[in-house]
């Protein structure tokens, strides 16, 4: 894994400039604030005329785990919490000479601005007015197009397969994609938003970077981690005019907010399961008659509690995925008397001219004759879709999360979490033996994921929040003669100057005889590719009268190791029909007649390249929402975004210069030399 060797020493100068950008900002600041998986919670508090009520005591309180806050009301009465996590909350104000309001019930949502206004009357503070918060229709204070799916909902609607993320299809503008709608390993994550690709959303949990960089995508994931729905304590999808703090996408922001303990310890465990009697056979029943197997086991359990009552709690997550698929597959394969070089047309020799009569044996090449022997026998007389098998398709994924927050201070929490996934998906191939072993065969994803951070109250109208994020994908396929560990070409069938690299030689190089179907190993795997995201963020909030003001800046270190160029074990095409006689009319017969002979119409064959890419991004905003009066609420937001152009550690890039008609290599100096791109700054 190169990645590791060439990371940790940028890595570590980041990380100190991180904390040291935080530590600045905290001593020179009012304040810092973003919302990442929290929300904001705002209101006024008046008398029984409506009048403003300033220096009253505002007081928050999380039911669960009894963290509490509080604020004075400013001059105009209003008051504002930032960071607050999601959850249920007791919401009072007291001032003397009145009588204390309480609201109960008050349900804060991801990435809200929540405004609960309260009416305190003239009386004692030992009375108190207490109500029962209504449910929020409209927020007033925020201008985004978003949908909050609740914790509850994640647990009680149906998912098929559990993919939490299936429920943002709840929103308007949100369709499914087509890449996690066929096969049996679909994308998790894919839905399309506001007619734009899957790729172009982006995925946060705890208000960290949670987006697969493998750009073709071998977990077969949109996202790194994806908890179960028990995990989930709420998650909201922006999918337009959304706050200057999210970006890096044009489609949705799925902001997750990652489940946490409670003052009362709880759990869950669940099975669900499929079973093959349970099933149909299907409209294309095998010709044997045997249903295909189907048995599906999804199980797991969630544990969460307190450490130390109202000061520190845990949370932890487990599931356990395993499923055997089957699907009737068909199979053009050579006849037995094709095997014995018997065709049923006249054949002619290209280049000795011998014409040999239909039925007459033709003679082959060793290589030929090892490749059609070590075919397995048709399951019936027909010289078209001629075997037919079950062809089983398997995933066996393990996953787990944990999670713990800490209330330091009244003025200062953190947390921390990680993640964890494997999974280990196989495709049988539809043809069996060493000539077969076409299809993806070997998929391989090994996913972790830290995230921790700080928020810190430095004044009644300030906060400060630094996060940091790390996250390693290991991930993708190998043919099946590799699974399999069958000697190489060279060794089984005499074959010489392949690669023999042993993450590519084994098994057959890719046959294809037109009118047949593939032999031998697929052509594009191996492939591989290792993204490792470094992500740090520092979020400052402060309020300024009517303004609540937010700045922050995130940076993104992306390393990449790929391997995705094919064919690397060579792939050999039989199409020209070379030995068809003059005047013949065309058949695919004579495509096989030309393997048998060895003419082969096109040869493929790459070389084997690793790439270690390198990219980094900046984004940085300032956020005012300006709350002009009580009826106009502006949300004005600046971002900037910058994304280096791709470097490769060791220049292993090249680039075409049209004006001067030359190939430009990559060379050590600037972003430009390096990526024979000109940056883009705008």
Same mark, same amino acid.
């Given at each position: 894994?190169?990645?590791?060797?060439?990371?940790?020493?940028?890595?570590?100068?980041?990380?100190?400039?991180?904390?040291?950008?935080?530590?600045?900002?905290?001593?020179?600041?009012?304040?810092?604030?973003?919302?990442?998986?929290?929300?904001?919670?705002?209101?006024?508090?008046?008398?029984?005329?409506?009048?403003?009520?300033?220096?009253?005591?505002?007081?928050?309180?999380?039911?669960?785990?009894?963290?509490?806050?509080?604020?004075?009301?400013?001059?105009?009465?209003?008051?504002?919490?930032?960071?607050?996590?999601?959850?249920?909350?007791?919401?009072?104000?007291?001032?003397?000479?009145?009588?204390?309001?309480?609201?109960?019930?008050?349900?804060?949502?991801?990435?809200?601005?929540?405004?609960?206004?309260?009416?305190?009357?003239?009386?004692?503070?030992?009375?108190?007015?207490?109500?029962?918060?209504?449910?929020?229709?409209?927020?007033?204070?925020?201008?985004?197009?978003?949908?909050?799916?609740?914790?509850?909902?994640?647990?009680?609607?149906?998912?098929?397969?559990?993919?939490?993320?299936?429920?943002?299809?709840?929103?308007?503008?949100?369709?499914?994609?087509?890449?996690?709608?066929?096969?049996?390993?679909?994308?998790?994550?894919?839905?399309?938003?506001?007619?734009?690709?899957?790729?172009?959303?982006?995925?946060?949990?705890?208000?960290?970077?949670?987006?697969?960089?493998?750009?073709?995508?071998?977990?077969?994931?949109?996202?790194?981690?994806?908890?179960?729905?028990?995990?989930?304590?709420?998650?909201?999808?922006?999918?337009?005019?959304?706050?200057?703090?999210?970006?890096?996408?044009?489609?949705?922001?799925?902001?997750?907010?990652?489940?946490?303990?409670?003052?009362?310890?709880?759990?869950?465990?669940?099975?669900?399961?499929?079973?093959?009697?349970?099933?149909?056979?299907? =409209?294309? *029943?095998?010709?044997?008659?045997?249903?295909?197997? @189907? +048995?599906?086991?999804?199980?797991? &359990?969630?544990? $969460? !509690?307190?450490?130390?009552?109202?000061?520190?709690?845990?949370?932890?997550?487990?599931?356990?995925?395993?499923?055997?698929?089957?699907?009737?597959?068909?199979?053009?394969?050579?006849?037995?008397?094709?095997?014995?070089?018997?065709?049923?047309?006249?054949?002619?020799?290209?280049?000795?001219?011998?014409?040999?009569?239909?039925?007459?044996?033709?003679?082959?090449?060793?290589?030929?004759?090892?490749?059609?022997?070590?075919?397995?026998?048709?399951?019936?007389?027909?010289?078209?879709?001629?075997?037919?098998?079950?062809?089983?398709?398997?995933?066996?994924?393990?996953?787990?999360?944990?999670?713990?927050?800490?209330?330091?201070?009244?003025?200062?929490?953190? =947390?921390? *979490?990680?993640?964890?996934?494997?999974?280990?998906? @196989? +495709?049988?191939?539809?043809?069996? &033996?060493?000539? $077969? !072993?076409?299809?993806?065969?070997?998929?391989?994803?090994?996913?972790?994921?830290?995230?921790?951070?700080?928020?810190?109250?430095?004044?009644?109208?300030?906060?400060?929040?630094?996060?940091?994020?790390?996250?390693?994908?290991?991930?993708?396929?190998?043919?099946?003669?590799?699974?399999?560990?069958?000697?190489?070409?060279?060794?089984?069938?005499?074959?010489?100057?392949?690669?023999?690299?042993?993450?590519?030689?084994?098994?057959?190089?890719?046959?294809?005889?037109?009118?047949?179907?593939?032999?031998?190993?697929?052509?594009?795997?191996?492939?591989?590719?290792?993204?490792?995201?470094?992500?740090?963020?520092?979020?400052?909030?402060?309020?300024?009268?009517?303004?609540?003001?937010?700045?922050?800046?995130?940076?993104?270190?992306?390393?990449?190791?790929?391997?995705?160029?094919?064919?690397?074990?060579?792939?050999?095409?039989?199409?020209?029909?070379?030995?068809?006689?003059?005047?013949?009319?065309?058949?695919?017969?004579?495509?096989?007649?030309?393997?048998?002979?060895?003419?082969?119409?096109?040869?493929?064959?790459?070389?084997?390249?690793?790439?270690?890419?390198?990219?980094?991004?900046?984004?940085?905003?300032?956020?005012?929402?300006?709350?002009?009066?009580?009826?106009?609420?502006?949300?004005?937001?600046?971002?900037?975004?910058?994304?280096?152009?791709?470097?490769?550690?060791?220049?292993?890039?090249?680039?075409?210069?049209?004006?001067?008609?030359?190939?430009?290599?990559?060379?050590?100096?600037?972003?430009?030399?390096?990526?024979?791109?000109?940056?883009?700054?705008?």
């Amino acid at each position: 894994m190169r990645g590791l060797r060439y990371t940790l020493r940028p890595m570590r100068n980041l990380l100190v400039r991180t904390w040291v950008l935080g530590a600045l900002l905290l001593l020179t600041s009012g304040t810092a604030w973003a919302q990442f998986e929290t929300a904001t919670v705002i209101g006024t508090v008046r008398d029984g005329s409506g009048a403003v009520i300033p220096g009253a005591t505002v007081t928050l309180t999380n039911t669960a785990t009894g963290v509490v806050q509080s604020r004075p009301t400013e001059a105009g009465g209003n008051y504002e919490f930032f960071n607050v996590r999601i959850g249920t909350y007791v919401i009072t104000a007291e001032l003397s000479g009145f009588t204390t309001a309480r609201v109960e019930g008050v349900v804060v949502t991801v990435g809200a601005r929540q405004r609960v206004d309260l009416t305190m009357a003239i009386g004692g503070l030992e009375e108190t007015v207490q109500v029962r918060a209504n449910a929020v229709l409209l927020q007033t204070d925020s201008s985004d197009r978003s949908q909050v799916i609740t914790g509850e909902q994640t647990r009680a609607l149906p998912l098929n397969g559990r993919e939490y993320s299936a429920l943002a299809l709840l929103s308007p503008g949100v369709r499914q994609s087509a890449l996690n709608s066929g096969g049996f390993t679909p994308r998790e994550g894919a839905f399309n938003v506001n007619g734009l690709r899957s790729t172009f959303n982006n995925f946060l949990i705890d208000g960290v970077d949670n987006n697969a960089y493998g750009t073709s995508n071998q977990g077969f994931s949109n996202q790194v981690m994806q908890p179960p729905p028990d995990a989930v304590a709420e998650f909201k999808v922006v999918t337009n005019n959304m706050s200057a703090e999210y970006g890096r996408s044009g489609g949705a922001t799925i902001n997750v907010a990652y489940a946490s303990g409670t003052n009362r310890f709880r759990g869950s465990i669940w099975e669900f399961a499929r079973r093959t009697d349970f099933n149909a056979s299907g =409209f294309f *029943r095998p010709a044997s008659g045997q249903k295909p197997q @189907f +048995d599906r086991d999804q199980y797991g &359990g969630v544990f $969460g !509690g307190p450490i130390v009552k109202n000061r520190a709690f845990f949370f932890a997550d487990v599931e356990i995925f395993r499923q055997t698929r089957g699907q009737a597959a068909n199979s053009s394969i050579p006849t037995m008397d094709q095997r014995a070089g018997i065709l049923g047309v006249d054949v002619r020799h290209p280049i000795t001219g011998t014409l040999y009569p239909a039925g007459t044996p033709l003679p082959m090449t060793p290589f030929a004759r090892k490749v059609l022997n070590d075919l397995p026998m048709p399951s019936n007389g027909g010289s078209v879709n001629n075997l037919q098998i079950l062809q089983l398709f398997t995933n066996a994924t393990d996953k787990a999360g944990g999670k713990v927050d800490v209330q330091v201070s009244p003025r200062l929490t953190a =947390f921390g *979490r990680i993640g964890w996934r494997d999974a280990d998906i @196989f +495709d049988q191939p539809s043809i069996s &033996g060493p000539s $077969g !072993g076409g299809g993806n065969a070997e998929t391989y994803v090994n996913n972790k994921q830290f995230a921790g951070g700080f928020t810190f109250t430095a004044t009644d109208t300030s906060l400060l929040e630094v996060r940091m994020g790390w996250s390693r994908t290991v991930a993708g396929k190998n043919p099946f003669a590799l699974f399999d560990g069958q000697g190489t070409a060279e060794s089984v069938y005499g074959i010489t100057g392949l690669p023999s690299d042993p993450r590519v030689a084994a098994g057959l190089p890719t046959q294809l005889i037109n009118g047949y179907s593939d032999l031998g190993r697929q052509a594009t795997n191996p492939q591989w590719q290792y993204p490792e995201v470094w992500n740090p963020k520092v979020n400052y909030s402060w309020l300024m009268g009517r303004h609540s003001m937010k700045a922050g800046y995130e940076y993104q270190k992306v390393f990449t190791e790929v391997q995705d160029v094919n064919p690397l074990y060579g792939r050999d095409s039989y199409a020209g029909q070379f030995t068809r006689p003059a005047g013949a009319a065309s058949n695919n017969l004579y495509n096989m007649a030309d393997f048998m002979f060895g003419l082969r119409s096109t040869y493929a064959l790459s070389n084997l390249l690793v790439a270690n890419l390198v990219q980094d991004m900046h984004f940085a905003y300032v956020q005012d929402d300006w709350r002009v009066n009580d009826r106009l609420t502006l949300n004005l937001g600046l971002r900037y975004e910058f994304a280096t152009p791709w470097v490769e550690e060791d220049n292993l890039l090249s680039n075409y210069n049209p004006a001067t008609r030359s190939m430009m290599m990559a060379r050590d100096g600037s972003i430009q030399d390096r990526s024979t791109i000109r940056p883009d700054t705008n």
